[in-house]
């Protein structure tokens, strides 16, 4: 069964750091592209990153580029969000999301083909 497993969330302080994991089971990992998705609280989904299944190409939203950095370690089957500059806008469940298609753009909601279940990042003094 594919599996995603989000970790390192918390409370952090306004212009902060942090650093989520998601570690993959259950599926061959450096065959999906890998994503992180957050929703803030009383909203919708919203995309964050994207990054390919070899790491050569990325993609960023608008509202966290220079700020946050997409990365992944195929041989750990582990993918990281590294968010520096924390704002309180920021607060959202995060989530990351593996789709095997498509190659060459940022997958759609209905594209992904697993979820992990969320990890909880509150910016906040």
């Known amino acids: 069964e594919a599996q995603l497993v989000e970790s390192g969330g918390g409370l952090v302080q306004p212009g902060g750091s942090l650093t989520l994991s998601c570690t993959a089971s259950?599926?061959?990992?450096?065959?999906?592209?890998m994503s992180w998705v957050r929703q803030a609280p009383g909203k919708g989904l919203e995309w964050v990153s994207t990054i390919s299944w070899d790491g050569r190409t990325i993609y960023y939203a608008d509202s966290i580029k220079g700020r946050f950095t997409i990365s992944r370690d195929n041989a750990k089957n582990t993918l990281y969000l590294r968010m520096d500059s924390l704002k309180a806008e920021d607060t959202a469940e995060y989530y990351c999301?593996?789709?095997?298609?498509?190659?060459?753009?940022?997958?759609?909601?209905?594209?992904?083909?697993?979820w992990g279940q969320g990890t909880q990042v509150t910016v906040s003094s």
């Open positions: 259950g599926f061959t990992f450096d065959d999906y592209a």
């Open positions: 999301a593996a789709s095997h298609e498509p190659k060459n753009r940022v997958p759609l909601a209905y594209e992904y083909d697993t």
